[in-house]
């Protein structure tokens, strides 16, 4: 380990970005449902009103429209506040003020005013909460033109990305997987561990295919790699980290090199993140391609709560590692 | 002491005795105890008309010619503007304000402009222009130029001006009553004395955006004043068919905030009503304004205004705020008719220059449709 690391669990890692900015910057405020005297709903910000007390870490009536809205407000006039919300499956509750005030107020404005501002929080699906508490919001979000779009997948990552989005001076939407808090891993204790939006991150290099996965989903990209290269394939996992922007740079020159893709993503399929980044391979690197893009994704329906119904709704390593073979014309 | 533990005793025999929870019920150590009777009280302070001079609200005579000016402005700006709608040379919706000068200008009259903050929906000519937004660059908004105070990226509904604290025109009913409340929120946070006043329609009375505000604003304390133009119809919604209370300020009751009815018709009256109750919001005492007004015009250029007789409208056009303080110059020999003559047709000249202004203005080049998305230039858009 490295002096300058320390293994954090995810949620730790959030919590130390959140409190090293809010230590810099005295704009820097953190609101939500039970953020404060609960110590946050997935204790991401626990022992943060210790230390920066009720003025700069607040508890919110459950009044999501409203506080998100505040927010807007308060970074329209000068702070920077990170909006907490209990579960983005809550955020639909918000979404006029995300899509129509912090995604444009600034281009409204021509350009007069700018909205630094993190709307944070768990994202995606936990177990057999049902489909009204499962949502993966990353597609939805990244249709929008005016909000950045951040989904981590690893602690370290995690920090770096959401130190830079609170930097940031436009919105972001920085989307923690619910699963992943208890996560550990080794993360920078630099103070200034910044980490840019849209730079992509490849976590593996190989020859023989590309996979393409953000979140929990780069979990299973990597554990199909590992089968991969049991049989004696080289897969080259890339991680995103940043959906909008995009690097989709990155991601074409390993397209160019392995001439195959397979994108894992577990947002539902329909338009989705997984849609355009297939349409922007074949709109860039056509050529290249040796074999159709596959993707794996949530089933195309509401998360639903059985056991064995849920666990197939989910993107499936299975699945993953099929199309793998499949691009590669493996048997 | 005593006496109460024996009710609470007597109360939770009860409980067991019927099976059901009973008035004053010990949950989770928690006193429950339901008051016999429940009285709200509450009477509301009434900004009448003719009740205030400028005197009264501290203002000279040369601002009340100010606010006469501005008033005049704003409506030779609009029925302008309404001529160039009809020409064609203003697309999308054109909301008028027409008949509720004496709110806007009002307000701008009693606040710090440049200190103190704005933000309202899409009826938002009036106030910027109160504001003092010129009218050069309010016309060539409407007229999609790149001069306009949006770059010609807002249109009518989407005015904007950072330099005078105006966070916008919104097109979202009730949707920019919480931003209201967060620029409030960061005015207490930064200790600067700021207040925002937040403008809404009554039709916004029915977003739950709006309530929720008013909540967030009376439980953190911000200094903001709600001000309900309440100019009785949302639409061709009269508010008696939308609301089952129309009497909006009594939701301040239910907010544990102030609150006050102010006749919209007066400029002083509301710039009275204003000035107390910044007064109050800069010692963190959040209120609700509803002040009523009228629009002379359609809910916007394509509404022939059919849900509402001529009478009421004549009737409504008696009160007219430019002619009321028009009588009240006169009658306070602040100037003369030939004065307030000569004020018009300046008005009426600048209105003109800045429809040659706005005609004179360029589109916007192509290449600024991908400027202010984001902060950054180089932002990697789809092409
Ligand atoms: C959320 C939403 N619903 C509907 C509309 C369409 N709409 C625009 S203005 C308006 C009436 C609002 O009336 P009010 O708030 O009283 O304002 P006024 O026009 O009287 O100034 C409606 C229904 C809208 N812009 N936003």
Redesign the interface.
């Known amino acids: 380990m490295h002096s300058d690391m320390a293994e954090l669990q995810f949620r730790e890692a959030i919590r130390a970005a959140m409190v090293e900015e809010m230590e810099r910057d005295e ?1 820097i ?1 953190l609101m939500g449902e039970e953020v404060a005297q609960y110590n946050g709903a997935y204790k991401v910000s626990e022992g943060m009103l210790d230390r920066f007390g009720p ?1 700069r870490v ?1 508890d ?2 459950i ?1 999501e ?15 920077r ?1 990170i909006i907490e919300f209990m579960t983005f499956n809550f955020s639909f509750v918000a979404f ?2 995300l899509i ?2 912090a995604a444009k ?10 909205l630094p501002i993190v709307f944070r929080g768990p994202n995606g699906a936990a177990g057999q909460l049902g489909a009204t508490h499962s949502t993966s919001t990353e597609s939805i979000y990244a249709t929008i ?2 909000l ?1 779009v951040v989904a981590p997948s690893n602690p370290d990552d995690a920090k770096g990305l959401l130190k830079s989005a609170i930097r ?3 919105p972001v939407i920085f989307l923690e997987s619910e699963v992943m808090y208890g996560l550990r891993g080794e993360v920078s204790d630099e103070p200034d561990y910044l980490i840019p939006l ?1 730079k992509a991150r490849i976590a593996r290099e190989g020859e023989d295919v590309t996979i393409v996965a953000h979140s929990k989903s780069y979990w299973i990209a990597l554990r199909v790699a590992d089968r991969l290269a049991e049989e004696g394939y080289s897969a080259e996992v890339i991680d995103p980290r940043t959906l909008r ?2 690097d ?1 740079d990155t991601i074409v020159a390993s397209i160019k090199k392995t001439n195959r893709c397979v994108i894992i993503d577990e947002s539902n399929p329909y338009a989705s993140i997984s849609s355009e980044i297939a349409y922007q391979i074949q709109d860039r690197a056509f050529d290249y391609l040796d074999a159709p893009i596959r993707r794996i994704t949530a089933k195309d329906v509401p998360a639903p709560y059985a056991k064995n119904l849920m666990e197939y709704y989910m993107p499936q390593e299975d699945d993953a590692y099929e199309a793998c073979k499949q691009v590669m014309y493996a048997g | 002491m005593a006496s109460e533990t024996k009710k609470r005793t007597r109360q939770r025999d009860q409980v067991e005795e019927q099976g059901v929870p009973a008035e004053g019920a010990v949950v989770n150590g928690q006193d429950l105890e339901i008051p016999p009777r429940i009285e709200v009280k509450h009477v509301f302070t009434n900004y009448q008309a003719g009740k205030y001079g400028h005197k009264d609200v501290g203002l000279s005579e040369e601002q009340v010619l100010g606010m006469y000016r501005n008033m005049l402005l704003q409506r030779r700006f609009e029925e302008r503007a309404a001529q160039m709608y009809g020409k064609q040379k203003i697309a999308g919706f054109l909301h008028l304000y027409i008949g509720q000068e004496a709110v806007s200008t009002g307000a701008a009259q009693a606040i710090r402009i440049g200190h103190d903050s704005v933000i309202t929906a899409y009826r938002d000519h009036g106030i910027g222009l109160a504001l003092g937004m010129t009218a050069d660059e309010c016309m060539a908004e409407l007229f999609g130029k790149i001069d306009g105070c949006s770059r010609g990226k807002g249109g009518s509904m989407h005015y904007f001006k950072a330099e005078k604290r105006f966070f916008g025109g919104h097109g979202i009913v009730g949707a920019h009553v919480p931003v209201g409340t967060g620029i409030a929120f960061a005015h207490k946070y930064r200790e600067d004395g700021g207040v925002c006043l937040t403008f809404l329609g009554d039709g916004a009375m029915g977003q739950g955006a709006v309530h929720e505000a008013f909540n967030l604003a009376a439980l953190y304390e911000l200094p903001v004043i709600f001000i309900i133009e309440n100019n009785q119809y949302a639409m061709g919604t009269a508010i008696d068919r939308a609301f089952a209370e129309t009497v909006f300020i009594k939701h301040a009751i239910s907010n544990n905030m102030e609150a006050a009815m102010v006749n919209g018709m007066d400029v002083f009256a509301v710039c009275k009503a204003i000035q107390d109750h910044a007064e109050l919001a800069r010692r963190f005492k959040p209120s609700i304004l509803e002040i009523r007004t009228y629009r002379y015009r359609g809910h916007s250029m394509s509404d022939p205004g059919k849900y509402r007789t001529k009478e009421e409208l004549e009737r409504k056009k008696q009160e007219d705020p430019i002619i009321r303080l028009k009588a009240y110059i006169r009658q306070h020999e602040i100037a003369s008719n030939e004065d307030l003559d000569r004020i018009d047709e300046e008005v009426k000249e600048e209105v003109m220059r800045a429809v040659e202004f706005a005609e004179n203005s360029p589109l916007p080049p192509l290449e600024t449709i991908y400027e202010d998305v984001y902060t950054q230039e180089d932002y990697p858009f789809l092409a």
């Open positions: 704009n405020f003025k607040i919110t009536p009044s429209n409203g506080f998100a809205g505040l927010g807007i407000g308060a970074a329209l006039n000068g702070l506040p006029d003020q129509n005030n107020i600034r281009y409204m404005s021509g350009g007069q005013f700018k033109p005016g950045k940031d001076d436009d849209g922007p995009l989709i």
